[in-house]
Structure formats: structure tokens, C-alpha cells
């Protein structure tokens, strides 16, 4: 079973650009969320798709937008980028939306954002 | 969001039990109370969770005060592997996967 995947890894934006960053969540899971983790501090929750809808959003703007595909996949796209939004972006998966407690997530790596 | 309270940093010894403290004093009736590490240049790791009753698991052991108003997490025997930053988040029955990071606790162990 392959855990959760993250591209790219690092990768280096100026000011103003978009960024898409992709997630393979690991097999027969159907819910995504991300994060955004800042230097020393812990993770952010960003939002979270359920079945390829937006299921819960945190504190973030509009141009943090995302996407879940029908396998499951997913997107997270930054527009109009700012100095501040270098950080590590990570993504979890998890087998169902809590209707019931949640268990387990399972997170990526992460992608390392530098926004020059 | 019910908050957590950790302390900064803790240092163990190899192969010695570590207790890694966690206050939630506004807890509520309905929130699981949840364990993750992050080791250096990782993303977060799942430790173990539980909502009233002492918890064990291959990881560990999650002890929660009858109140509910703390928890611990034991380590029962601490390996170089297990310096990382451990956190510790209160996640409502039906908040999904919106787990609210605190700073954490962050364990160094010696040799």
C-alpha cells in the first residue's frame, strides 16, 4: 500500500505568480486536507475535500484554492503569491469524513514553497 | 477551537520512559483527544488518540486524567528515533480532518 505522495518537493515562485501543488492520498481514502507549515511553527489547516468537495476551510484567503479528483487526488493552488506564503505545504489523508471520531491521518512530506 | 497547552522542550535519556504532559482545561464533552510527532524534515506522524480511557498502542500509551482536563503521553522506553516535536490536539467529534496545531512539545533524547 502506497502512502501518501507530494509533488513537487521543493520548488522557488517570485511574488505574484501561481503555484500548483499535487497530492496522491494513499489507497481507499477519500478524504484530503492541507496545510501550510511556516518556519518553527506548526502546521495550519487549510481545507479539507471530501468526494471532491470542499468540506471545511480554515483562516486562508480565496486564492488559496484547491481541487479533489475522482480518484481521489488533489490539488491546492496559490494565486498571487506572497513573501509569506514560503512554507512547507502539507497534505493527510484519511479513509472517511468524520461522521463518526476521526481516526488516522496520513500525511505527505510536504512541498518546500520559496517565494522570492 | 479548544486549545492545548504543552510545554516547549523536554530532554530524556535512551532507553528511559518519558512522560510528555498536555493541559486542555476547556475540553468539551465531544473532543477526541489526539497525538501527533513530526520528525525532522517529515510531515506529522500519528501517535494515537482516545476520548476518556487510557489508550495503548505499538507507539505508545495515552493516559487521560478522569476529569478530562489533561493528558500524557508515555514513551516507555525513548529511542534516538523518537526526538521530534510531539503535539498534542483536541479534534471535535465531527470536525473531520481539521486537526488545530499548537506549537508543540519538542524532545530531544541523549545517548
Known amino acids: 500500500e502506497t502512502g501518501v505522495t507530494q509533488s513537487p518537493t521543493h520548488l522557488i515562485k517570485t511574488r505574484g505568480q501561481q503555484v500548483t501543488l499535487r497530492c496522491s492520498s494513499q489507497?481507499?481514502?477519500?478524504?484530503v486536507s492541507w496545510y501550510q507549515q511556516a518556519l518553527g511553527q506548526g502546521p495550519q489547516f487549510i481545507f479539507q475535500?471530501?468526494?471532491?468537495?470542499?468540506?471545511g476551510r480554515g483562516n486562508f484567503p480565496p486564492r488559496f484554492s484547491g481541487l479533489q479528483f475522482p480518484n481521489y487526488s488533489s490539488e491546492l493552488n496559490v494565486n498571487a503569491l506572497e513573501l509569506d506564503d514560503s512554507a512547507l505545504y502539507l497534505c493527510?489523508?484519511?479513509?472517511?469524513?468524520?461522521?463518526?471520531?476521526?481516526?488516522?491521518?496520513?500525511f505527505g512530506e510536504g512541498s518546500r514553497l520559496t517565494v522570492l | 477551537d479548544a486549545k492545548t497547552t504543552q510545554p516547549n522542550s523536554m530532554e530524556s535519556n535512551e532507553e528511559e520512559p518519558v512522560h510528555l504532559p498536555c493541559n486542555h482545561s476547556?475540553?468539551?464533552?465531544?473532543?477526541?483527544i489526539h497525538w501527533y510527532r513530526q520528525l525532522p524534515s517529515q510531515g506529522p506522524e500519528y501517535v494515537i488518540h482516545?476520548?476518556?480511557s487510557n489508550v495503548n498502542n505499538r507507539m505508545a500509551s495515552l493516559a487521560i486524567a478522569e476529569d478530562r482536563k489533561s493528558s500524557t503521553l508515555i514513551l516507555h522506553r525513548a529511542t534516538l528515533r523518537d526526538a521530534a516535536v510531539y503535539y498534542c490536539?483536541?479534534?471535535?467529534?465531527?470536525?473531520?480532518?481539521?486537526?488545530?496545531f499548537g506549537q508543540g512539545t519538542e524532545l530531544s533524547v541523549k545517548p
Open positions: 493527510a489523508s484519511s479513509p472517511r469524513l468524520a461522521g463518526g471520531p476521526m481516526g488516522e491521518l496520513f
Open positions: 489507497s481507499g481514502h477519500n478524504t
Open positions: 475535500y471530501y468526494r471532491e468537495e470542499e468540506n
Open positions: 476547556t475540553i468539551s464533552g465531544t473532543d477526541y
Open positions: 482516545g476520548l476518556t
Open positions: 490536539i483536541l479534534l471535535p467529534y465531527n470536525q473531520g480532518g481539521k486537526l488545530i
